[in-house]
């Protein structure tokens, strides 16, 4: 059956504003990249660089090998940590293992453990508002042995016992904004004294995405998000649709299109999330115009110029900097 017969004839493709690469993500592929070429393949990465399938898949063309165990690495190599961050514990492994190290953690994550260390000293336990076993939370509830308790839900703040009086919250900084603020409202009906973050620890790339989402999904028919299943940002821009009463669908590449997908359906949004290449959004597009596409019309939004230094080592004069972009 062709998809005319199914009636899956898109018409039009409105493009998010922004969307795709964030700064942090743009510095953490820089840096891999970079050390092949200083340095030479292979290049160690503890973890996906970040959560993009695309992206992963280049890296290792060009020669970074991803591991999960540090026992994996030779001795003398270099190694790179993921743009989500690491656990101290796996930080202090690898100093004593002697490799040679560059931190691609996204700085907006390091923010968030630097002030869990800072509130730590003195004297706070913390609730953790994120998903389990999502590398950012493991390398943030990480920073501490003890005294840091993970909540997924608002059922979840019920089970929370700190010892002590002092109580601050963080927040992965990849969630549903809305998501977060209900649980967060939670805790504070909980805990009416909880130490809040001076600035959010959701991010400037999640927020403006998911804004993006929201005015987008009510003036098209379907929401293509492009992002990889591991994507937290991503899965969440699908699920703000879906929410919002648009259906939405996820891929990764355009393997996973679907012209049922379009049935009726003829106004197409289209987005990816902060770690999805524009190339990948490219090749949508052109297969949207196979399937009869004829206007493309993209949003007005907000304009990120967000810029974070490379680490010392790997940056022109170390502090080479680097914008989102989507080149």
């Not at 059956?1 to 795709?20: I, K, S």
């Not at 040679?100 to 336990?125: M, N, S």
């Amino acid at each position: 059956m062709t998809a005319t017969q199914l009636n899956t004839r898109v018409d039009d493709v409105l493009l998010a504003e922004p969307r795709g690469f964030c700064a942090g993500v743009d510095r953490a592929i820089e840096i891999v990249e970079r050390a092949l070429e200083r340095f030479g393949a292979p290049i160690y990465v503890r973890h996906e660089i970040v959560h993009n399938t695309y992206v992963v898949n280049d890296l290792k063309a060009k020669g970074a090998i991803f591991i999960e165990d540090l026992a994996d690495v030779p001795p003398g190599a270099t190694l790179v940590f993921s743009a989500h961050g690491v656990a101290r514990a796996v930080r202090d492994e690898a100093k004593q293992r002697g490799f040679q190290i560059f931190d691609a953690t996204c700085p907006l994550v390091t923010k968030v453990h630097v002030e869990v260390a800072k509130l730590a000293r003195e004297g706070y336990e913390f609730v953790m508002i994120g998903h389990k076993g999502h590398p950012e939370v493991e390398g943030t509830m990480g920073q501490l042995s003890e005294g840091i308790y993970l909540v997924e839900e608002v059922a979840d703040v019920a089970g929370v016992s700190p010892k002590g009086d002092k109580l601050a919250v963080v927040t992965q900084t990849t969630l549903s904004v809305d998501d977060a603020a209900a649980i967060l409202a939670a805790v504070k009906l909980r805990f009416p004294q909880v130490r809040e973050p001076k600035q959010q620890d959701i991010c400037y790339a999640t927020q403006n995405r998911q804004d993006a989402v929201k005015l987008m999904a009510p003036q098209v028919d379907v929401v293509i998000v492009v992002g990889s299943p591991t994507s937290s940002n991503s899965n969440r821009l699908r699920e703000l649709a879906e929410r919002i009463g648009t259906p939405a669908y996820m891929i990764d590449s355009t393997a996973d299109l679907q012209p049922a997908w379009f049935e009726g359906r003829p106004r197409v949004g289209l987005t990816a999330g902060a770690s999805a290449p524009d190339v990948l959004v490219q090749q949508v597009i052109t297969r949207l115009r196979e399937l009869g596409a004829v206007s493309l019309r993209r949003m007005s939004g907000v304009e990120e110029t967000v810029r974070f230094p490379l680490p010392v080592g790997l940056g022109d004069k170390s502090m080479r900097e680097f914008s989102s972009s989507r080149s």
